[in-house]
């Protein structure tokens, strides 16, 4: 207790400004503050008259109390110090605020004591992030108010008990909890929790079996007296659950022998397994961090959780956090558009500690002079002119570095971002040898775990993991790093391991970079180490840069932005040669890697490409219309500077025939320069195809850049609802150079007066041999002028697809009127248009003349049945020159099959392909069987989408281990029994021209008769 006598630093101006109740409530509450052994040291009458006018809410006497404080600590720092034989250099002022806090810990009880210490231990961690916190701690509010019990904007009611935040490293989870538990400390969570406790999965992970309580209450024994106190107010408790992804559960561990008794002694994972799954604290309130990786484990225990993605830095935090740092405003957005134009690093700056690299980096080349625009090219660049700039040239700190690099690989190759005193001691490696790391912030020492240190971010730990492989080995050094259990060059950049540890993929780029041999002279110069002379080599007998190395598209991507990184134009030409064909989804992120590449692929034949959107806002975040815009020009602005470099290829590559965009969205600036090059004479492109791409215009600007083309050949056109694609079409059908066979025109939307007009351009073109028209509604003014062009003396249109253009059974009629007198229509796909058995009345009539040259008729899905089927079998019994039909997807029932069967076994039967999914039953197999044996003509028949069963394939089998003229049979077998087996193999022996597809196609997606309407 503090007597009134026991205060005798001058109190007498203070004490006058009290009334004489204000006087003994003053004097009563100076008798109930204690003085803890704690707070010896500081200046503990003056503290306590402070905290007792903060009790009778005279702040501005207890401010002037601090005054005095702040002046006698600041004579006393400048007051010799050579009787404590510390320097005035060594003695550091001392916060008031700082004094006050730890003189009212003494005065607390245990749970206040335990929120004071929290309040202590989560504020430095909240204020320790490097370089100027401001923009961390916005992006914290902002993903705080996204949490229903910190939000005080949410309705009152309940809510989901289990909050996920997930992210990949270094978005801001951990700082985000941080500063839910300092909230907490500070009263300022909407919820009222009693209690929270914080659990980081990184030193769980190392405790061995334990209870519950011990788990929880390890670090404070204060509270050991009250924990069956505390647990049984589970209602009143928040869990903070940190780094789950860094528990290091084996399968199954989480929800293994799950127990609600908090005594029990039990593995970690068992502990937390059994309060994320509400058997252990079922009313507990929990916040658990992860990164991507660890989410599935996390979908299995947690209880109807709510996700939320932590994105890091929006575009706005990284450029207010640019302004802040240079200062110079100039200097500032200079740095920041070099980091925006390289979009692989601007997404990493969405982690707050790569902007800091980034900063740090550039604004030290401007200070010299230096050009930064250079260093932002790649990320390999950034990161090694950043470990470069933190060292002077010529320090020899090979040993450190090695050391250094090597710790970064093991952590990597075990998932974990954290060194502990045992990793340092396995790898040889001294705490000396890593001081000079931690006095740059490249490595950090853990405010949680204590002996552990973390490097300051991901990217930097996968950058010096590159560096391990890509620094020459010691004579004694086992070159596959057996002895320190991680994989070698090989290994890293295999798809099984990037796919067991994606951690991996970053550092297998940043490997590709360092194979660059500037950079190697680089960090050659600046540590005095040497760069394996093999590490090029290596990497061009990986996997990934072979041609079995990237059968998918991710594989291909992987090795584009690999190749991108080195900046090697050899090493990018020796690994390039290999592609003949290329596909690929572009956004933002793979434009600069693809265009580098791209110039670098002299055999390539093929492309096919997809430009799409990258996202850019979080998925908590709703995108406006103008949002929308916004990142449509933005990825405009990221795409332009590399976009002409991909599209020369059309002009420079004299072997690229083919060229795909599907389903993109080109801005008028892309349209323009795709259509500058496809227009060059230098073009030998042959084939264009345009699907669903966006704004409809660019079908137009493409048919603009087509006038006058002589090398395209093949031309499809789909999916655009604009009407002004076809005048365009028609000026190139009518140039007298179009050198079109191939027209394809989908889903076009076009007026009546518009299809007048292809109907004449059609008319008067002499080079078009297919036309596909699928999808669009011609409606019957727009049939009959293309009737009326196909029945033209001088139409040469050999093959035609009407497919799903609303065409009935009246248009059969006008349509067999141009089977008698084209002369050269030999194909005709009439699919998915309701004709009905009247139209193919009209068509067979039509069919009957022997002027008739049609070979190939599809009636796929026609709602045709038995009585067309007597239609088209009476003219299969009569010499035709139909040679292929396509029945699919019609019910033409029991009575259909059977007259097609004995029209198959006429003489005069001169079909060679039959496309019949038709649901035939296993009983109609017998006419089948019948028809096969006496037919002379038939080499092609589809059975694929009848339900044959055993039986009905039984029948067929035995009927086909005689020869015969049939060389290809498609069934569909659903049970492939020992006989069928035994039958098939008989089969192969006495008819070994047959082969027997077995294989299951959707018919909706891929209809066999489809390839005859492409040339």
Not at 560 to 582: R, T
């Amino acid at each position: 207790m503090v007597s009134s006598t026991e205060v005798n630093f001058n109190l007498q101006a203070l004490l006058e400004q009290l009334s004489q109740d204000e006087l003994s409530k003053f004097k009563s509450l100076l008798r109930t503050v204690s003085l803890g052994n704690e707070v010896q040291k500081i200046p503990q009458k003056e503290l306590a008259t402070i905290q007792v006018f903060e009790k009778m809410h005279r702040v501005d006497l207890s401010e002037r109390v601090k005054d005095e404080l702040r002046g006698e600590q600041k004579l006393a720092s400048n007051a010799p110090a050579f009787s404590s034989g510390i320097t005035r250099k060594e003695r550091e002022p001392v916060d008031v605020e700082e004094m006050l806090e730890r003189f009212k810990a003494g005065t607390l009880d245990n749970e206040d004591r335990y929120r004071f210490i929290l309040k202590t231990k989560f504020r430095e961690m909240w204020q320790s992030w490097p370089g100027d916190s401001k923009e961390v701690h916005v992006m914290a509010e902002r993903y705080r108010m996204l949490i229903p019990f910190s939000n005080p904007r949410v309705l009152p009611g309940p809510f989901s008990h289990t909050v996920v935040l997930h992210s990949p490293a270094g978005l801001g989870k951990t700082t985000l909890a941080n500063k839910l538990m300092l909230d907490w400390t500070e009263d300022n969570l909407i919820q009222k929790f009693k209690y929270a406790f914080y659990l980081s999965c990184r030193e769980l992970s190392r405790l061995g079996p334990c209870s519950f309580a011990e788990m929880v209450f390890r670090d404070w024994p204060e509270l050991q007296d009250d924990i069956p106190h505390i647990l049984a107010q589970a209602q009143k408790i928040l869990f903070v659950i940190d780094g789950f992804d860094e528990l290091g559960a084996p399968p199954g561990a989480l929800i293994q022998d799950i127990c609600g008794d908090w005594t029990q002694q039990k593995p970690v994972p068992v502990l937390l397994g059994s309060l994320l799954k509400r058997k252990m604290l079922p009313k507990a309130t929990l916040l658990v961090t992860t990164r991507p990786r660890a989410l599935r484990d996390l979908r299995f225990v947690a209880e109807q959780p709510i996700y939320i993605r932590v994105e890091g830095f929006l575009e706005s935090d990284r450029r207010a956090y640019f302004l802040r740092h240079f200062g110079d405003e100039d200097q500032a957005m200079r740095a920041f558009e070099l980091m925006r134009s390289n979009a692989a690093l601007f997404q990493l700056g969405s982690a707050p500690a790569v902007c800091w690299i980034v900063c740090t980096t550039l604004k030290l080349q401007m200070e010299k002079g230096e050009d930064p625009a250079p260093t932002c090219l790649t990320s390999t660049g950034l990161f090694l002119r950043f470990l470069c700039s933190q060292f002077p040239q010529g320090a020899q700190l090979w040993g450190a570095l090695r050391a250094l690099s090597l710790l970064a690989a093991q952590g990597l190759w075990a998932q974990m971002s954290v060194l502990h005193g045992e990793d340092l001691e396995s790898a040889g490696v001294q705490e000396s040898d890593l001081r000079l790391f931690l006095d740059r912030d490249i490595l950090r020492q853990d405010r949680v775990s204590k002996g552990c240190y973390s490097f300051i971010h991901l990217s930097f730990q996968q950058f010096l993991t590159a560096l391990f492989y890509a620094l020459e080995k010691e004579e004694e050094e086992d070159r596959d790093g057996h002895a320190w259990d991680i994989g070698n060059v090989q290994k890293l950049l295999s798809r099984e391991e990037r796919l067991k540890n994606p951690d991996l993929i970053q550092a297998g780029r940043f490997l590709f970079g360092l194979a660059n041999e500037k950079r190697v002279k680089e960090l050659e110069a600046t540590f005095g180490c040497r760069m394996s002379p093999e590490i090029k080599q290596e990497l061009l007998r990986c996997d990934i840069s072979r041609k079995n190395g990237h059968s998918t598209m991710a594989d291909l991507k992987e090795l584009l932005c690999c190749l991108y990184e080195s900046q090697e134009d050899e090493l990018v030409k020796e690994v390039m040669a290999q592609f003949k064909e290329i596909s690929l989804h572009l956004n933002a992120v793979d434009m600069a890697p693809s265009s580098f590449c791209f110039k670098h692929c002299p055999n390539l034949q093929k492309m096919s490409l997809q430009v799409i959107k990258k996202e850019t806002l979080p998925e908590n975040v709703a995108a406006s219309e103008s949002n929308a815009e916004a990142e449509r020009s933005q990825d405009d602005q990221d795409m332009l500077p590399f976009w002409p470099d991909l599209c020369s290829i059309f002009g420079s590559n004299k072997d690229l025939m083919s060229l795909e965009i599907n389903n993109s969205f080109l801005s008028a600036s892309l349209v323009k320069i795709l259509c500058e090059q496809i227009a060059s004479d230098n073009c030998h492109l042959q084939r264009l195809v345009f699907k669903n791409v966006f704004p409809a215009d660019a079908y137009r600007n493409l048919c603009l850049a087509l006038r006058g083309h002589k090398t395209v050949t093949h031309l499809t056109l789909q999916g655009t609802d604009q009407k002004d694609v076809l005048p365009a079409l028609c000026e190139v059908l009518r140039h007298p150079e179009c050198n079109l066979r191939y027209l394809g025109l989908v889903s076009c939307s076009a007026t009546t007066q518009q299809w007048a007009d292809l109907s004449l351009a059609l008319e008067a073109n002499r080079s078009l041999m297919c036309v596909n028209l699928s999808d669009n509604e011609l409606l019957d003014e727009g049939a009959k002028l293309l009737y009326t062009t196909l029945r033209h003396p001088k139409c040469f249109l050999q093959r035609l697809s009407l497919e799903n253009c609303h065409l009935t059974e009246a248009n059969c009629k006008d349509l067999a009127a141009v089977l008698v007198v084209s002369r050269e229509l030999t194909h005709l796909c009439l699919a998915k248009n309701s004709l009905k058995d009247t139209g193919v009345k009209f068509l067979c009539e039509g069919l009957s003349y022997p002027e008739c040259k049609l070979q190939a008729l599809v009636l796929w899905n026609c709602d045709i049945t038995s009585d067309g089927c007597c239609s088209l079998a009476k003219l299969l019994q009569e010499k035709s020159s139909l040679s292929c039909l396509d029945l699919g997807l019609n019910h033409i029932g029991v009575t259909g099959v059977k007259v097609l069967c004995e029209a198959l076994s006429k003489p005069l039967c001169n079909l060679r392909c039959l496309l019949w999914g038709c649901s035939i039953p296993p009983f109609s197999c017998e006419d089948l069987c019948s028809a096969l044996s006496c037919n002379q003509s038939l080499i092609t028949l589809d059975l694929g989408q009848n339900p044959l069963g055993s039986s009905g394939v039984k029948m067929l089998f035995q009927t086909l281990t005689r020869p015969g003229t049939l060389q290809t049979l498609r069934l569909k077998i659903d049970d492939f029994n020992d006989e069928l087996h035994k039958l098939l193999e008989e089969i192969k022996e006495n008819n070994p021209q047959l082969i027997i597809d077995t294989e299951k196609h959707d018919p909706w997606k891929k209809r066999p008769s489809s390839h005859d309407f492409m040339i």
